[in-house]
């Protein structure tokens, strides 16, 4: 079946240092203490200074958010939670305002291309991110699916129910390349299924990209996930 198995503070508290010895030419007086100092790591600067969610001026006391390795701020607490539920693009979107964003590379973009097309239950859209003719390799859980034809037409096909309101949200994304083929691993949690039955589950999907007369085409799937269930009341 389709389903199947993505801020740390410091403190340094130095201590103080007590001298009781005399100093040359200073008899008969006592030394004070050294007075206590300490340190702290100051948490990493935020790149904005509107909130993504209100867009209201940043507190520098409320929580904050890492996107592409910059810290995001916001104006009040319980806005980091709204900026996690907003779609990667936004996300981008908003960074980009403040700094430059490096673009997608070919391999990354084709990856997020897959995610959109198995939201909208675009097979024709999937199938052009392939290699085409049997020359993809699929795995689920580690068990071998055979062709992305095979796959697409006994699993996804054959099960659209599965794939009422899909959701994917990317934790983490890693690529690796070796000359023109790249991994593409993208880890992440994805729910299905209509509102009364609404399923959740962890994920993971890994894909081997190489370049097809200069179009990035997947010629291996591994997708693996396993159903979080829900805390028992």
């Known amino acids: ?47 904005n200074d509107r909130c993504p ?24 607490p319980g806005c980091e939670t709204k900026w996690d539920a907003k779609p990667e693009a ?3 979107a908003f960074l980009a305002k403040y700094v430059k ?3 997608a590379s070919p391999a990354a973009l084709l990856s997020k291309q897959f995610q959109i ?42 099960e659209p129910k599965e794939l009422v309101g899909y959701a994917w949200n990317t934790k983490a994304e890693a690529e690796t390349r070796h000359g023109s083929t790249s991994i593409v691993r993208q880890v992440g949690t994805f729910s299905t299924g209509p509102d009364a039955a609404r399923r959740t589950f962890a994920g993971a999907i890994t894909l081997i990209v190489v370049d097809e007369g200069g179009t990035p085409k997947t010629a291996h799937m591994h997708w693996s996930s396993r159903e979080v269930k829900a805390p028992a009341k």
Not at 118 to 130: E, P, S
């Open 1 to 47: 079946m389709l389903i199947c198995t993505l801020v740390v503070s410091v403190f340094a508290i130095c201590g103080s240092v007590v001298s009781t010895a005399a100093q040359p030419g200073r008899h008969g007086h006592d030394q004070g203490a050294v007075p206590q100092r300490s340190s702290q790591v100051q948490p990493a600067k935020v790149v």
């Open 53 to 76: 969610i209100e867009g209201e001026e940043v507190d520098p006391v409320s929580p904050t958010r890492t996107w592409k390795g910059r810290t995001i701020g916001f104006c009040c």
């Open 90 to 92: 936004e996300k981008d």
């Open 101 to 103: 964003v490096d673009a």
């Open 117 to 158: 097309a198995m939201t909208n239950g675009d097979l024709a859209a999937m199938n052009k991110r392939f290699l085409a003719d049997g020359k993809v390799t699929v795995l689920e859980n580690g068990a071998d699916e055979g062709t992305w034809e095979v796959y697409r037409d006994g699993q996804l096909k054959a």
